[in-house]
């Protein structure tokens, strides 16, 4: 009896030294390499990143890629079904429903990009100032915040493109959303950045460079910064769908870009008044709208997964 468990002993030990074995074997790779990896085993992520990819370039490139101009009109199929010429229809001026769709995504899509790439600039600066300083200032910038949280948002954004004059330009208007989305979208960053800072201000590597006499510029760009962009990544990524929502919510009740320009909410806020004789006028926007914010949420959930530090180094 004692031979045969010394053996299971010896047994356990030899496998567990083999798998130390093939574990130092292994070649270091940094976070990111390891998250990629980790990333393209996530089928419906990568799915995901390659439609939103697709529609961003699609959007990009409208004018070699549409069949038809942006107004350009066809009065012998107006209102039209889809159909082989006209894939998503035509709405009641006989201008191409795919192509406006396709137009539609620079404003829906840009919107939310540079709505998102603001808002993560002064969430990323202000969140890294509190964090770091902590103390009162930390308090009183985070006080902030919490008033700031406490004004509905959405009535906030309205309230800000009221002020532009209702005839400005399709591109004051685009400025207006970029400005008005931005201000009210760091919120939520500015906290994740924060408490990143709170955390990592304590860990050793940055005390030791604190001792060695590193700036505070230096600490924040060099130690903190970087160790926090994983988790502000992931918040950048998800926080795109509400944005696209809000932009279409927005155009959808008159307060986006006007018409002639197409945008996703303007061309369903048009198409949904006449579902009954064409509902091809509100599907199809509603479709782009739906498909790409999912895209993004499962883009994101992918990147959350593929940047979580506990996951590193598992097959």
């Known amino acids: 009896m004692t031979t045969n468990t010394q053996q299971f002993g010896d047994a356990t030990l030899t496998a567990e030294q083999a798998q130390l074995e093939e574990i130092l074997k292994r070649k270091p790779t940094s ?33 070699i890629i549409t069949p038809y101009g942006r107004d350009e009109p066809d009065f012998a199929n107006v209102r039209a079904a889809p159909s082989v010429e006209h894939p998503f229809g035509t709405d ?5 429903v795919f192509t406006r769709v396709i137009y539609g995504g620079r404003v829906s899509l840009g919107v939310a990009f540079v709505g998102s790439l603001t808002s993560m600039l002064i969430g990323v600066v202000y969140g890294a100032v509190s964090g770091y300083l902590g103390s009162w200032i ?23 493109m009221l002020v532009i004059p209702p005839n400005s330009s399709p591109g004051l208007i685009m400025v207006g959303l970029f400005v008005s989305l931005g201000v009210v979208s760091w919120l939520g960053t500015a906290r ?43 918040a950048l990524t998800l926080s795109i769908p509400n944005l696209i929502l809000t932009e ?8 986006g870009v006007k018409s002639p320009v197409p945008s996703w909410g303007g061309m369903l806020s048009d198409g949904w008044r006449g579902m009954r004789a064409a509902p091809h ?19 994101g959930d992918g990147l959350r997964d593929a940047l979580d530090p506990t996951m590193r180094g598992r097959e």
Not at 138 to 160: A, E, K, N, S
Not at 207 to 219: M, Q
């Open 31 to 63: 976070l990111w390499k390891d998250a990629w990896r980790r990333l393209l085993r996530n089928k419906v992520a990568v799915v995901a990143g390659l439609y939103i990819i697709l529609i961003t370039l699609a959007a990009v490139f409208a004018p």
């Open 92 to 96: 009641p001026l006989g201008r191409d």
């Open 138 to 160: 930390d308090d009183l910038m985070m006080r902030f915040v919490d008033l700031m949280y406490g004004f509905p948002t959405l009535l906030f954004i309205i309230l800000m």
């Open 192 to 234: 994740l950045v924060r408490g990143q800072f709170l955390t990592l201000r304590e860990q050793d590597f940055v005390v030791a460079a604190r001792a060695l006499g590193a700036r505070p510029r230096r600490i924040i760009s060099r130690y903190l910064l970087p160790n926090s962009l994983g988790p502000v990544i992931v």
């Open 248 to 255: 279409s919510t927005l155009s959808f009740i008159g307060l």
């Open 281 to 299: 006028l509100a599907i199809f926007p509603s479709l782009a709208i739906t498909i790409t914010m999912i895209a993004f949420n499962f883009f």
